[in-house]
């Protein structure tokens, strides 16, 4: 798989997080409209048990947990798409994601401004570490794939410029060619290879 099929599987996966992260975000409000009828109800409800004492199990598709002042800090989901955990900061901005779907599973790092700076996904074709600049772009990445693994730094304009590893180019002349772990390649602004050691 060449470096651009992973980045493109990386985009998907992270196509699929924001998804899930809608639903997470959806399930917020569902989840604060439960969390006030259980308040309303009291211990009344179904399952709670006669003298206050300890409930032994929970079964829900949604939990919500709340702050002092009654935002959704932490949300944990099950839906069709598959499982989440969220993790919200004081204003309610989803900080941190971690996911499970058929497709694999992966933890997703965002910073104050909801930009992704870090993704960790696991998939059938093995992990993979992203890390991102303040716009949310790709600048560094780490895949491991039965060939081995390899890192792939690249600039601001999405274009890579130091690849170690394992790494598929194509050549001029339409060749691919795949170096093996004990490679160093490096390229120009164009993306052509300036250096390569193997």
């Known amino acids: 798989m060449t470096t651009d099929e992973?980045?493109?599987?990386?985009?998907?996966?992270?196509?699929?997080?924001?998804?899930?992260?809608?639903?997470l975000l959806a399930a917020v409000g569902l989840a604060l409209g439960?969390?006030?009828?259980?308040?309303?109800?009291?211990?009344?409800?179904?399952?709670?048990?006669a003298g206050g004492g300890a409930v032994k199990e929970i079964r829900a598709n949604r939990f919500v947990v709340e702050d002092e002042n009654g935002k959704g800090r932490a949300m944990l989901e099950v839906n069709e798409e598959g499982t989440g955990l969220g993790l919200a900061d004081e204003n309610?901005?989803?900080?941190?994601?971690?996911?499970?779907?058929?497709?694999?599973?992966?933890?997703?790092?965002?910073?104050?401004?909801?930009?992704?700076?870090?993704?960790?996904?696991?998939?059938?074709?093995?992990?993979?570490l992203a890390l991102a600049d303040e716009n949310g772009k790709s600048r560094a990445r780490l895949d491991v794939v039965k060939e081995g693994a390899g890192l792939r730094l690249i600039d601001e304009k999405g274009q890579g410029r130091v690849t170690v590893g394992v790494t598929q180019i194509t050549s001029p002349d339409g060749r691919t060619i795949t170096y093996p772990e004990s490679s160093l390649l490096l390229y120009g602004a164009d993306g052509k290879v300036i250096w390569q050691a193997r």
């Open 6 to 23: 992973r980045i493109e599987n990386l985009e998907k996966g992270l196509a699929s997080a924001r998804r899930l992260n809608r639903w």
């Open 34 to 49: 439960v969390w006030i009828l259980a308040g309303t109800f009291g211990p009344t409800m179904a399952g709670a048990p």
């Open 92 to 128: 309610g901005k989803l900080r941190a994601g971690l996911f499970m779907t058929k497709d694999g599973s992966g933890l997703s790092l965002r910073d104050e401004n909801r930009k992704t700076r870090v993704m960790l996904n696991v998939t059938k074709d093995g992990p993979m």
